[in-house]
């Protein structure tokens, strides 16, 4: 028996038009998740921040009260006076701690308040409360710095300069990025040396040494005085290697076990 052939006939303009209808919620759905997951982390950083500061307020605010009973004049008729103000301006300098963000224009005025303060009183003892005080001002400073809330060079993003990371990373970071090289930019940092010395320093022979050489002499970090003459460090590569050593002693001092950039002043303060 012959049993009739069953067919669908589906339009395609219509079959399309639900594919792209599933596509578009698919979208949805991920942009929905992505926005999700970022509100989420947002608002977890911004609780873990603010119980972080409000603990580091609370211990550099007790430390303040030790610090001022303990380091100012005892024997001062203004003693009550200048432990009431002292107290009062330090409590409201650190509770900057708790700010996204802290310009230098905030900081100098404090400063300056400070100074008002100082040509209020003028006992023999004053400058060395108020160079206490200035002591434990500055290590809340330091906290500051410390925490990435305060710039004293200035806002860094405002003036980043406008070049190719592309440039930056062919001129700058790939030829410091070896071993070898900054082995063979240290030696000649503090003298000129010959291939002969370099191999040495290196531990590379020829080609392996000339390679780096070479890399180094392209990119203007390092020059030969003559075809066989020694190899002599320009004053761009004197720069650019001085300033990668800063970098590293900089985040050296500030490296903690969290790798939150915190250093010694965080200590000290609370």
């Given at each position: 028996m012959m049993h009739p052939q069953q067919t669908c006939n589906i339009n395609p303009k219509k079959l399309d038009q639900i594919e792209e209808s599933i596509r578009k919620l698919q979208a949805d759905m991920q942009l929905f998740q992505e926005q999700s997951n970022q509100r989420c982390y947002e608002l977890l950083s911004s609780e873990i921040r603010n119980n972080f500061s409000r603990t580091m307020i609370g211990n550099i605010q007790e430390r303040i009260d030790q610090d001022i009973e303990s380091n100012i004049a005892s024997c001062c008729d203004m003693r009550d006076f200048c432990k009431g103000a002292f107290t009062e301006f330090?409590?409201?300098?650190?509770?900057?701690?708790?700010?996204?963000?802290?310009?230098?224009?905030?900081?100098?005025?404090?400063?300056?308040?400070l100074g008002e303060i100082r040509k209020l009183v003028?006992?023999?003892?004053?400058?060395?409360?108020?160079?206490?005080?200035?002591?434990?001002?500055?290590?809340q400073i330091d906290v500051l710095s410390s925490l990435r809330i305060y710039d004293k060079e200035g806002t860094f993003v405002e003036n980043l300069p406008d070049?190719?990371?592309?440039?930056?990373?062919?001129?700058?970071?790939?030829?410091?990025?070896?071993?070898?090289?900054?082995?063979?930019m240290k030696a000649l940092v503090l003298d000129s040396?010959?291939?002969t010395d370099l191999s040495k320093l290196t531990g590379l022979r020829g080609g392996n040494l000339l390679f780096h050489l070479q890399k180094l002499v392209d990119k203007g970090m390092i020059l030969q005085r003559n075809e066989r003459g020694d190899y002599i460090i320009t004053s761009k590569g004197h720069s650019v290697f001085k300033g990668i050593m800063n970098i590293?002693?900089?985040?050296?001092?500030?490296?903690?076990?969290?790798?939150?950039?915190?250093d010694e002043s965080v200590e000290d303060a609370v």
């Open positions: 330090l409590n409201e300098t650190v509770q900057l701690i708790d700010k996204e963000r802290v310009e230098k224009e905030t900081i100098d005025e404090y400063w300056n308040k003028h006992f023999e003892d004053c400058d060395l409360c108020f160079k206490e005080v200035s002591r434990i001002f500055q290590k070049v190719s990371m592309e440039e930056v990373v062919d001129d700058i970071c790939e030829p410091f990025a070896n071993k070898q090289r900054l082995t063979i040396r010959s291939f590293y002693s900089s985040v050296s001092e500030k490296r903690n076990e969290c790798g939150v950039v915190a």
